[in-house]
């Protein structure tokens, strides 16, 4: 996503600052060309130097570009893809919304045409007043970009809002941004991950050993090309950035989620691991070991992607341990898919849990390809480049909401 791109990071002064040396690491190894700007203050936290080796450019602080160095000048570095502010100050989001110029980072976004990100980070009285948020709504308005800061200790002691977020998070809100035109933009699409929790009593329950990472892998995918993403998920993974998150435990939760979400939708993918049968009743308390035995009636819980009707793209997985093309292939027809993907769990290379899977991608159409071992989310867009290519130019027709 970020290979080749022309990143401009602009740091402003505050303890938070260290994080950004991060950021910048993160998107100097994933291919990006990363320029970085300076305020006066960032560079009383951080030597220039820092930014200058991890990303193997000149760091700009000041307005005057040298004759020997016109490519820093906040003209020549506001030719950028997109501008990502981290840490952002009170001061800075002041001066950006009253359009001020004064310095070289707010120079170089006023002179911009790209989008830009903005991640504040300052001790929550700051970031509450009422002026704050007054000049994050300007910035809003016009189009920028705000990655809200997370609760935490400050660095004053107090604990509160305002925490920079991780650099991988605000690695994420990039990719968004920089995605939204991509070849799925204003689609929507919901996508399931993890396994079901069928409870047998307050503490025990019956599940599988669905990680929910190939799911997360979809959403992150999908979000990058411009969809508006719903995650139903029931895996305990950190929450994607720029999605609609549904928390389920059940497979009737996630059932009931999958058919509220689904209305306007343009594909499902159900990705999740769904139990396929739940206790006829579940204990109100926990059932004691007693003599050492536990007789359980089982009884079979809902098909989700077999139940849930519309006018959308379907795709499903199967996960078999023993001939998982043909398998997958009755799936696809029993279910009436537009795509299933299938791998096999006996392979080792794609153990529950690891980052990387081997698939075999079946369309309705009867075509079959076969994947090599690949990281989740490099399938995740194979997976994705066909559901693009099925949804061409055509949008489902929206139904109308009653007022």
């Known amino acids: 996503m970020l290979k080749g791109k022309n990143i401009l990071l602009g740091v402003t002064g505050g303890i938070a600052i260290y994080k950004a040396a991060d950021l910048a690491s993160l998107m100097t190894k994933a291919g990006a060309h990363v320029n970085v700007v300076m305020t006066a203050s960032a560079t009383e936290f951080v030597s220039p130097l820092v930014f200058s080796a991890l990303t193997g450019n000149e760091v700009a602080t000041s307005m005057f570009a040298s004759p020997e160095k016109p490519d820093i000048s906040h003209i020549r570095m506001a030719e950028t893809d997109i501008v990502v502010i981290a840490p952002a100050t009170a001061n800075i989001i002041a001066k950006l919304a009253g359009g001020f110029a004064d310095d070289i980072l707010s120079a170089t976004v006023l002179a911009t045409r790209a989008p830009v990100v903005i991640a504040p980070s300052m001790h929550h009285n700051m970031y509450t007043n009422t002026v704050t948020r007054e000049n994050m709504q300007k910035l809003k308005s016009r189009g920028f970009t705000f990655i809200e800061p997370e609760t935490g200790r400050l660095a004053s002691g107090d604990v509160g809002v ?41 503490v025990r329950c019956i599940s599988n050993r669905s990680s929910g990472k190939m799911g997360y892998a979809l959403v992150e995918a999908a979000r990058n090309r411009g969809a508006k993403v719903t995650l139903i998920t029931a895996a305990a993974l950190p929450e994607p950035f720029g999605v609609k998150v549904v928390p389920v435990a059940t497979a009737e939760e996630m059932k009931k989620a999958v058919e509220k979400s689904v209305a306007l939708c343009d594909a499902l ?135």
Do not use: H, Y
Not at 292 to 314: H, Q, S
């Open 162 to 202: 305002g925490r920079l977020p991780a650099p991988e998070k605000i690695l994420s809100a990039v990719e968004q941004v920089l995605g939204q035109k991509g070849d799925l933009a204003g689609r929507q699409i919901v996508i399931t991950a993890g396994g079901t929790r069928e409870p047998i009593d307050p």
């Open 269 to 403: 993918i159900m990705a999740a691991a769904v139990a396929d049968f739940k206790p006829k009743a579940a204990a109100l308390k926990k059932i004691k070991k007693g003599n050492g035995r536990l007789n359980l009636k089982l009884v079979a819980t809902p098909d989700i992607l077999a139940e849930t009707k519309g006018g959308f793209l379907r795709v499903g997985f199967a996960a078999e341990s023993g001939n998982p093309v043909p398998n997958a292939r009755k799936k696809l027809k029993t279910k009436k898919l537009d795509i299933i993907v299938a791998n096999d769990i006996t392979d080792p290379a794609c153990t529950f849990g690891s980052d990387t899977n081997k698939v075999t991608i079946i369309g309705k159409d009867g075509s079959q390809e076969s994947l090599p071992l690949l990281l989740k989310r490099e399938v995740a867009d194979r997976i994705l480049d066909r559901v693009a290519k099925l949804m061409g130019g055509k949008r489902r027709k929206r139904a109308r909401r009653k007022s």
